[in-house]
């Protein structure tokens, strides 16, 4: 499954169940719940930590239908951006991005 399509099926969840789908505040504080209960699972290594991962994962999808992102998109064009990027340790060994990526 691409993530256009999770976003869409992720979107329809919502509208089917009734669930959030006006307030992007609360959606955004319902991620962060989820993304604490998956590094708790996590932490404590429980078996449903993936599952955790997962919730986080459709959250951000359909907030990101929510605000009208078409996610895929967004997350290719990172992905490039990310690739183009140029890093190098500093006096202290941290990485520090000497050029930012952007398109020539």
């Known amino acids: 499954m691409d993530i256009r399509s999770a976003q869409k099926l992720a979107w329809e969840n919502k509208l089917d169940k009734g669930f959030n789908t ?3 505040a609360l959606e955004f504080g319902l991620l962060n719940a989820e993304l604490g209960e998956a590094f708790t699972a996590w932490r404590r290594k429980l078996p449903d930590a993936g599952e955790e ?3 986080v994962f459709l959250y ?3 907030l990101a239908e929510m605000t009208g992102h078409d996610l895929q998109d967004e997350v290719e064009a990172k992905l490039a951006k ?3 990027r140029v ?3 500093d006096a202290n060994g941290v ?3 000497r050029e930012d990526g952007a398109a020539d």
Do not use: E, K, P, S
């Open 22 to 24: 006006t307030d992007v």
């Open 53 to 55: 991962l997962a919730d």
């Open 60 to 62: 951000l999808a359909a």
């Open 82 to 84: 990310n690739r183009r």
């Open 87 to 89: 890093y190098r340790r």
């Open 95 to 97: 990485l520090v991005r």
